[in-house]
């Protein structure tokens, strides 16, 4: 027999850990052959070398998890385990249906794999996580193969509009020329899932929206898959209006970096608000994006990472200089 250890800093977070009634701890004990116990501060895992080594990383993954949402289900429990065990490939090759059947889409990190799942099993999705996750751009993705499947009758894309305070009308030119730089993310999204000829047609169609936070207001959306990017740039008022559109046969993605917050000083993120708010409730899943699931040039990881391990320090600092 083989023996590992974890330490914890609190004796709390093992315990949290374990779930409700230790349901997440019975859980990894079933599905992996592995004993799992609490003593002196450590949590000892012991069983098949291989299989330690396996529920080890396991546990790290959801120590990551606790960590950043303050609650970890079984259903996040099963999530993690599916990404980080054997079935990580089966569910690494699962594929987006876009409009364009030669493109293939389908995640390419576990954290990726966990989101798109979330998507499917869930009608209400939050994605935290740096730039360069994927989120937005799996998002409308799976947004796309929704409107395929004709699970949806639409997709309604959705952004603040923080820089101009979503005060947008002392800006030059109608609506759209007012709000497009805010949503040139999203336009590109959907012009490289679904091309450019049909994305046009769509939004003529209303089959496809793309609006400012700030036009959300009052509206109801059933049978939508509506998504809500750069939600770090929410207030808490804000959050709550939009997710109170959610209508009938709907589903809702809200993806955001609270790294990247832009907000007032001292004006809470609606983002971060609603995952700690909303955590608990059945039909909600909240993922948390690391380093590790970036996927755009490799250097973006370092970068993260960086400004992640070295906080941002004064610069005006001139003492020793001399003229």
């Known amino acids: 027999m083989f023996e590992a250890t974890l330490p914890f800093s609190r004796q709390f977070d093992a315990i949290a850990l374990f779930g409700v009634q230790d349901q997440n701890l019975r859980l990894m004990r079933q599905q992996l052959d592995v004993s799992i116990s609490l003593r002196d501060g450590l949590l000892h895992v012991t069983g098949d070398e291989s299989i330690v080594a396996d529920a080890t990383k396991v546990l790290e993954r959801m120590k990551d998890v606790l960590q950043h949402q303050g609650v970890l289900t079984l259903e996040g429990t099963q999530q993690v385990m599916t990404a980080v065990l054997g079935n990580q490939t089966k569910l690494m090759d699962i594929e987006i249906d876009v409009m364009d059947s030669s493109c293939r889409i389908a995640p390419r990190t576990a954290g990726q794999a966990l989101y798109v799942q979330a998507i499917r099993d869930s009608d209400l999705v939050f994605a935290v996580g740096p730039a360069g996750t994927g989120k937005t751009f799996l998002a409308v993705a799976m947004a796309v193969e929704a409107l395929k499947h004709q699970d949806v009758r639409r997709i309604v894309l959705v952004r603040p509009a923080v820089e101009a305070g979503e005060s947008l009308g002392y800006l030059p030119g ?150």
Do not use: C, W
């Open 174 to 323: 109608d609506l759209q020329a007012k709000i497009n730089p805010y949503l040139r993310p999203l336009f590109d999204a959907l012009q490289a899932l679904v091309g450019f000829d049909t994305m046009k047609q769509f939004m003529e169609q209303d089959i496809i929206e793309v609006v400012p936070l700030a036009y959300m207001r009052g509206r109801t959306l059933d049978q939508a898959f509506i998504i809500l990017d750069e939600a770090q740039n929410t207030t808490v008022s804000q959050m709550k209006m939009f997710l109170t559109r959610m209508g009938a046969d709907s589903k809702i993605v809200v993806s955001g970096d609270a790294t990247q917050i832009d907000l007032p000083l001292n004006t809470p993120s609606g983002l971060i608000d609603a995952t700690r708010r909303l955590a608990q409730i059945q039909g909600v899943s909240n993922l948390e994006l690391t380093a590790a699931d970036i996927v755009r040039h490799p250097l973006v990881q370092q970068i993260v990472s960086a400004y992640e391990t070295r906080p941002e320090k004064s610069t005006n600092n001139r003492n020793n200089t001399r003229s």
